[in-house]
Each structure stands twice: as C-alpha cells, then as structure tokens.
C-alpha cells in the first residue's frame, strides 16, 4: 500500500533546521520533519546537580513537552511536572544528547535543552534529539568562547523512527503510519556509526531477526542524512 504522502519506504520527510531560532538562548534550533515542528533551546547556568558538586564537572540534561494544540485535539498542559510520556522521553534525549559529548570536564555548569513541540505528526523525540544536538553544539561553542576552555562537545547524534506498516518496513513514520504499525522503533545514532540506543516494540505484531537487521539498515541510512544537514547548518 502507498505511504500517506507518497514517499518511499527509504525517504524522509522534508526537513529544515533553523540555526539561533531563539536569539536569548545560547544555542536554539527549529526542527521540521515533515508536519512535526519542535523548537529546541540550550541554556548554560551555572551549578550542577548535588550529586555532582565538587566534581569540576558539568551536566547535560533535557526537557521535553508540548504544546496543547500539538495534536489534533486540545491536550491540559502539565503543570504539575511532566507525566509518564513526557519523562520517559527527555530521559532519552538527554541520554542520546550526553553521548555526543567529547568530555563532562567543563567545569561546574549545566546545559539544559528545552524540547516544545510545536505541532506533532509523528517522531517528536526523535526531532528532538536531532535538533537538540544542534542546540547543544552552540551551547557549546557559547561555553567555549566565554570562559576559555576547551569546547567540550564531541560528535554529532541524531534519531529517526522506523517500522513496519502493512508488512513494509518503512522509515521516518508520520503520525498516520505510526499508529497503524505493527512495529514501531525509534533509533539513536552517533557518527558516524554506533548505536546509542534502539527501542522497538511490537505494537500490534512481532518481527523477526531479518527484520530488525532490515529496520536498522534503513535507520543507518536515514541518520546518514540528517548528519549531512547538521553538518551542512553547522558549518562543520
């Protein structure tokens, strides 16, 4: 059956990044992948967490929600900290985003990554991640510049979903497919090669060996790509 939108099963959906989205953050990315929009913001302060104090090092950490009409119904803003969902996906990005530091010994500060969706269609922690990585790169540049020490970021990461979908395994999924996949995961790399993490889950089928060697090949592929638009808005 044809994708929603026409695409092949090894194409992503359009993407754009826009470098310094947010001119007070010291480093900001707007992600578009697709219908999915996720503005992404790096802040320096100063401290770290207690667990950290006296260790000369810093932190990384991320934060992740959305907005309430993200989604084609009104959802309540989370005021009382973020639920279920939305914890279990800034865990993530603030895994994937660490692994993309060179080092942690940049002295007692913390780089926090704001990820708002905008509007969701599908694969908002994986544009999270993604553009939050430019985010961060910047915050880093920032760290750098100002206080002379040696720039702690290291290489680039990015994530992309894939799954399987009326038997055809598919990359970069909107919104449309991905509630209809039988396999649903969502794959985090560091260039230019190594796994982060992959998480994938049966929703409504199982899959076997060959078809998880097939999903991360067309994952690699995927990421391949988004690496070369990082590189090309980073100047890298």
Same mark, same amino acid.
């Given at each position: 059956?044809?994708?929603p939108d026409g695409r092949a099963i090894d194409e992503l959906r359009p993407?754009?990044?826009?470098?310094?989205?947010?001119?007070?953050?010291?480093? $900001?990315?707007?992600?578009?992948?697709?219908?999915?929009?996720?503005?992404?913001?790096?802040?320096?302060?100063?401290?770290?967490?207690?667990?950290?104090?006296?260790?000369?090092?810093?932190?990384?950490?991320?934060?992740?929600?959305?907005?309430?009409?993200?989604?084609?119904?009104? $959802?309540?803003?989370?005021?009382?900290?973020?639920?279920?969902?939305?914890?279990?996906?800034?865990?993530?990005? %603030?895994? $994937?985003?660490?692994?993309?530091?060179?080092?942690?010994?940049?002295?007692?500060?913390?780089?926090?990554?704001?990820?708002?969706?905008?509007?969701?269609?599908?694969?908002?922690?994986?544009?999270?991640?993604?553009?939050?990585?430019?985010?961060?790169?910047?915050?880093?540049?920032?760290?750098?510049?100002?206080?002379?020490?040696?720039?702690?970021? %290291?290489?680039?990461?990015?994530?992309?979903?894939?799954?399987?979908?009326?038997?055809?395994?598919?990359?970069?999924?909107?919104?449309?497919?991905?509630?209809?996949?039988?396999?649903? $995961?969502?794959?985090?790399?560091?260039?230019?090669?190594?796994?982060?993490?992959?998480?994938?889950?049966?929703?409504?089928?199982?899959?076997?060996?060959?078809?998880?060697?097939?999903?991360?090949?067309?994952?690699? %592929?995927?990421?391949?790509?988004?690496?070369?638009?990082?590189?090309?808005?980073? %100047?890298?």
């Open positions: 059956m044809p994708r993407m754009v990044l826009e470098r310094g989205a947010n001119p007070y953050a010291e480093g $900001s990315c707007l992600i578009r992948m697709g219908g999915t929009l996720v503005h992404c913001t790096a802040s320096v302060e100063q401290g770290v967490p207690g667990w950290k104090k006296g260790s000369g090092e810093g932190w990384v950490t991320a934060e992740y929600g959305m907005l309430p009409r993200a989604t084609h119904e009104r $959802s309540n803003r989370e005021r009382n900290g973020p639920g279920g969902r939305s914890q279990e996906i800034q865990r993530l990005v %603030g895994r $994937s985003l660490r692994a993309a530091m060179a080092t942690m010994a940049f002295g007692e500060y913390t780089i926090k990554i704001d990820c708002d969706v905008l509007q969701a269609d599908g694969g908002t922690r994986c544009a999270s991640i993604t553009g939050g990585c430019i985010a961060l790169a910047d915050a880093c540049n920032w760290l750098a510049a100002r206080t002379g020490i040696q720039n702690p970021f %290291g290489r680039l990461v990015a994530a992309i979903s894939v799954g399987i979908v009326d038997g055809e395994s598919r990359l970069d999924l909107a919104y449309l497919e991905d509630k209809e996949a039988g396999v649903d $995961s969502n794959v985090v790399m560091l260039e230019p090669d190594q796994f982060v993490e992959v998480q994938g889950t049966g929703e409504h089928d199982t899959f076997t060996r060959g078809r998880l060697d097939e999903l991360l090949d067309l994952a690699q %592929g995927g990421i391949a790509k988004l690496f070369a638009e990082q590189h090309r808005i980073l %100047g890298r």
